[in-house]
Structures are given as C-alpha cells and as structure tokens.
C-alpha cells in the first residue's frame, strides 16, 4: 500500500518525545513552586504559544502546500514537533492551574526548615552537604535543588538548626543533623 494512502496519527512518535515523564505529584497535594519558579514556567509557556507553535504552524503550512507530504521532510517533522509542542503546552496548562506560589522569602531568619529553605547538614560519614527545598517542576538535583516531596526534603521539613533527624534512604535509614538553614531575603518595595 502506498504511504499516500495511510493515516496519520497524533500519537505516532509520542513515546518519549518530550524525554522522560515529569514527576507527577503526590495525590491530593498542591504544586508548591517558588515565585521564580511560576515566572519560568509562565514564560515558557508565553514562549511556546505565542512564539514557537506560530512558526512550525506556518512552517507545515508551507510544507502542506508543496504537495506530496509522504516524503516531504518539513512537513513530517514540522508536524511532529508541533505534537510535541502541544503536549508541553497541556502540560504547563495543568501545572500553572494548581500552582501555590509560596515566597520562601517570608521565612528570612528563621532557624525552622520550610519550603524554600537551603539547609546544610551532616550525613552519618561526616560530610557536610547543602540542599535547597523547590517545587516538583523547578527543582534540579545537579544543582542542589531537591523537590518537597522528596525523601531528603521529607525528613528535614519543620526540623530546626541542631536537630538530628532520620533519612530513610535505599541503603537504609541514616541519621543526619541540621547544621544551618538560610532563606532568600525579602525583595525591598
């Protein structure tokens, strides 16, 4: 059968397009994000729907208008990248719905880990490690940016400077002890 004759799909090719899935959040919570966080996700969104998916648009129109679409590389790339782009778009739509923008400045100087906080503390080998509390889409391990919801952030959440608490990590549950916690200064009016 000729490939002119065959049906298109949106789901052709939809298998990690976007790379791997995004952490989903734990059932019944909100999608704390810091400020800076929601500004970054809101402009990639802006980016995408005003800039981005306009120009792949024009760019498989003009494709389409060539004629033969089986081997017409501009129009099959073009309109899998406009798939992956309106994937992204549902996406950040659902995400910035539930957002709950927390100003982890309004903790500056307090001694007691909330969200937003960077803590310092000591694992059971005796080294010193820093870590910052984010949101699920903003947080990169690489960085030291871990999310709320997870095990390191779990265990330091409501602990204050000088307390030991426990970690349960895949090698087992570890005790570590909080050394500093600082918050990001309140932005001057």
Do not use: C
Not at 170 to 175: E, K, L, T
Request: proline content about 6%; charged content about 30%; aromatic content about 8%.
């Amino acid at each position: 059968m000729s490939k002119a004759f065959t049906r298109e799909t949106d789901a052709e090719d939809d298998d990690d397009a976007d790379g791997p899935a995004p952490a989903p959040l734990p059932a019944g919570s909100k999608n704390y994000m810091t400020p800076q966080g929601y500004a970054r996700l809101r402009a990639e969104f802006t980016e995408l729907l005003e800039t981005e998916r306009p120009k792949i648009v024009d760019v498989v129109y003009w494709a389409a208008s060539n004629g033969d679409r089986s081997e017409n590389g501009d129009y099959l790339y073009g309109k899998k990248r406009l798939r992956e782009i309106d994937r992204r778009i549902r996406f950040l739509t659902k995400r910035l719905e539930i957002a709950e923008v927390v100003d982890p400045s309004v903790h500056f100087g307090n001694d007691q880990i909330f969200f937003g906080a960077t803590v310092a503390y000591e694992d059971p080998t005796g080294e010193e490690r820093t870590v910052t509390i984010y949101g699920i889409d903003e947080a990169n391990t690489a960085q030291g940016q871990v999310s709320w919801v997870s095990p390191i952030a779990r265990a330091l959440l409501k602990a204050r400077v000088g307390d030991v608490v426990r970690l349960q990590s895949p090698v087992g549950a570890q005790d570590i002890e909080v050394l500093r916690v600082n918050y990001p200064a309140p932005a001057k009016a």
